[in-house]
């Protein structure tokens, strides 16, 4: 069964630290972009970054700066780094997987001031 599983959420103060996994199964992910979203409560489901199939990377003007991704194909894994965390990063953090068109379940990324 196809699936993308996001991990490594959690709390942390303003300016901290947290590492994003995302990892697939049933699919052929060497052949997918990945993307990253969020959504805050009450708010639409935002744009963060992609990590391309030949590990380019973009963001979101929101984030640049502050955010790395990578990815490790062996472990069909995308990891999203994120660094000098805002308040305003609070979210629940999605992938999503391109040419297979797979969503994972989202992990919460909460930032305390």
């Known amino acids: 069964q196809a699936q993308l599983v996001e991990s490594g959420g959690g709390l942390v103060q303003a300016g901290g630290s947290l590492r994003l996994s995302c990892v697939a199964s049933?699919?052929?992910?060497?052949?997918?972009?990945i993307k990253w979203y969020r959504q805050a409560p009450g708010k639409q489901r935002e744009f963060v970054g992609i990590?391309?199939?030949?590990?380019?990377?973009t963001f979101s003007d929101s984030v640049k700066g502050r955010f790395a991704a990578s990815r490790d194909n062996p472990k069909s894994t995308v990891y999203l780094q994120m660094n000098s965390l805002k308040p305003e990063d609070t979210a629940l953090y999605y992938c999503?997987?391109?040419?297979?068109?797979?969503w994972g379940q989202g992990t919460q990324v909460t930032v305390a001031s």
């Open positions: 049933g699919i052929i992910f060497s052949l997918n972009d």
């Open positions: 999503y997987a391109v040419r297979s068109s797979i």
């Open positions: 990590v391309s199939t030949d590990g380019d990377t």
